[in-house]
């Protein structure tokens, strides 16, 4: 495992090479970005979006946070961290397509279907169990096939529910909504599997989820 003075040296490769080699890149990069796709995944480090598409600086713009969840379109006072970056990437950036990536093993799926957080203070677990209540029904749905199974069946379902969840909350957006209707706009549901290291992607008619294809 690395430290951050490993970073460092990584950063020195960085500029003798990545930055470098790439400067005509970097120098329109500076002037601005136009991302057409965003990406909504887990902060988990083993799911990188750059690594696992194999994107260059510029090409994607990503939020990550715990378990690839995105809130319901809400107006209440309070700091809305995704629901801004969502607004800038739509609005702004004006991106084509949303992809919401989930992930094998994500621990944030795991505590929401074990509710093992649940009466934790703000501090020692109270915060990240407060963030994947947005979880609740998608649990519920898991434990109405599962029961009180917690096996690995169990845990990959409650992963795929809870892309189905931020799908649907990113439609409770107007904007997203209406973009989606006139054809401006894209959602892609997407889960990878760490184990393997294989994308499998949503089909929203039949809920259920298919290996991404290997060749183009």
Not at 19 to 47: H, K
Not at 92 to 118: D, N, P, R, T, Y
Not at 133 to 159: H, I, N, Q, Y
Not at 194 to 214: K, T, W
């Amino acid at each position: 495992m690395i430290d951050f003075a490993d970073m460092l040296s990584g950063y020195r490769r960085f500029r003798n090479t990545g930055w470098t080699e790439q400067r005509e890149r970097w120098d329109d990069l500076s002037e601005g970005q136009s991302p057409r796709v965003m990406v909504i995944a887990c902060s988990d480090s083993r799911v990188d979006p750059a690594q696992i598409f194999d994107t260059s600086p510029g090409e994607v713009f990503v939020v990550r946070n715990v378990a690839a969840l995105v809130p319901p379109f809400e107006t209440n006072p309070g700091r809305h961290g995704v629901s801004a970056a969502l607004e800038f990437a739509v609005q702004v950036l004006k991106v084509g397509e949303i992809v919401v990536m989930g992930h094998g093993k994500c621990g944030g799926c795991k505590a929401a279907l074990s509710q093992a957080l649940k009466d934790a203070p703000p501090g020692e677990g109270g915060f990240i169990h407060n963030w994947i209540e947005l979880l609740d029904d998608a649990r519920e749905k898991v434990v109405e096939r599962f029961g009180d199974d917690r096996s690995r069946d169990a845990e990959r379902a409650m992963e795929q529910e809870g892309v189905k969840v931020s799908l649907a909350n990113l439609r409770t957006f107007p904007c997203v909504r209406a973009k989606e209707r006139d054809g401006e706009i894209k959602l892609i549901g997407a889960f990878f599997a760490i184990a393997d290291g294989q994308l499998h992607l949503l089909d929203e008619e039949s809920g259920e989820f298919h290996p991404a294809p290997l060749e183009a």
